[in-house]
């Protein structure tokens, strides 16, 4: 049987510190800590903690702090010794928001700043949260976990340049690092300009939606399971660190599939799905699906949403957070 830090030392006691708890994966991570009474720490940006003041369960604490102010950093985590650190903030993960500077500050410079903080805290697991955006080009189907990185996009770059660094600052500063890969996530709370909130928006009005020819096939994760891989990944002792692992399902789906898909469980005409209406970026691998086994192998972890299950679950968070009429 697998160990888990919980179950074999004082780590129980530790909490698990959760950077970027207000954007999407982070949030799903506080969600399942707070639902196991679990004793964590969300770390948002100034001025984002009401994002997850309604999830931080009995043993949850907000804490707000500018990261890259080291001073600040530790005033505002002072006596805090996590013992998993689980580094969802990014910037650029939405695509209108890549300029390079603050891609490498919010990524590079970032990460840095949690690995110190991590190091100084006596953290025994920082898992690294990277995205398959870093191999760029894209050679096999399913992509292997050690697959080489070749960036494509600058936030490829940033993503890259910040797993490398936190593989080797880590290792300098003796800690367990563990960089996890995230593939294609979706569910309640993702963003207004992605795939799925596109379509219901699009279904909610009863509006035609131009898109790509949908054909890409990718490898989609349900964001509950996201945020139940990492913890896995921060919790097995015998996870391998200074490694890369794949946190994805290892199945394709097409993009259209997806869509129609959705537009039935809608119900909806998916006529509105004007697939073809707009060109496929250039930059856009056709396949991308990652071999998850690795992960898998190292903590017992499996992905358990049926696509089903979690585009139903996406809709009624969407039109519980969408008043009917209110996007027409
Ligand atoms: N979502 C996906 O499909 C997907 C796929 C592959 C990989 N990933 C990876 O998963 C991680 C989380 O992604 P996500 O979907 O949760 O993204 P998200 O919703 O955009 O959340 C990003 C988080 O990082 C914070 N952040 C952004 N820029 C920052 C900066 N300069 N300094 C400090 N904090 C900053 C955001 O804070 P604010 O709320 O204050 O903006 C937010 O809490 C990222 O590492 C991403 O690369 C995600």
């Not at 002792?237 to 039935?264: E, F, I, M, S």
Request: proline share 6%; charged share 20%; hydrophobic share 50%.
């Amino acid at each position: 049987m697998r160990a888990h830090l919980a179950a074999t030392d004082a780590a129980a006691d530790r909490p698990v510190l959760v950077t970027g708890a207000s954007g999407f994966v982070g949030l799903a991570v506080c969600r399942r800590l707070a639902a196991e009474s679990a004793r964590f720490v969300a770390v948002c940006r100034p001025g984002r903690a009401d994002t997850v003041r309604a999830h931080l369960g009995p043993h949850g604490q907000a804490v707000e702090v500018d990261a890259t102010d080291a001073d600040a950093l530790r005033r505002a985590l002072a006596g805090v010794q996590p013992a998993a650190l689980i580094h969802c903030a990014a910037a650029g993960v939405h695509p209108g928001r890549r300029e390079v500077e603050p891609l490498v500050a919010g990524n590079v410079g970032l990460t840095l700043a949690w690995l110190r903080f991590a190091a100084a805290a006596g953290v025994d697991r920082f898992v690294h949260v990277g995205s398959c955006s870093e191999f760029g080009r894209v050679t096999a189907a399913p992509i292997p976990a050690e697959a080489p990185t070749q960036p494509t996009s600058a936030y490829g770059g940033a993503k890259a340049a910040a797993s490398q660094l936190a593989l080797g600052v880590g290792a300098a500063l003796g800690l367990r690092v563990t960089v996890v890969r995230l593939f294609g996530v979706y569910g309640p709370g993702e963003g207004d300009h992605r795939l799925l909130p596109q379509v219901f928006f699009a279904l909610e009005r009863g509006q035609r939606l131009p898109m790509t020819a949908g054909t890409q096939v990718r490898d989609l994760l349900f964001v509950n399971d996201a945020a139940r891989g990492l913890l896995a990944v921060a919790r097995a002792v015998d996870a391998p660190a200074g490694r890369c692992l794949n946190l994805c399902t290892g199945q394709g789906v097409q993009v259209r599939a997806l869509a129609r898909r959705a537009a039935a469980l809608w119900p909806a005409d998916a006529a509105l799905l004007d697939f073809g209406a707009l060109p496929t970026r250039g930059d856009e691998p056709e396949v991308l699906v990652g071999d998850p086994s690795a992960l898998t192998a190292a903590t017992g972890f499996t992905a358990t949403t049926s696509l089903d299950e979690g585009l139903l679950a996406t809709l009624v968070a969407f039109r519980a957070a969408t008043p009917r009429g209110a996007h027409g």
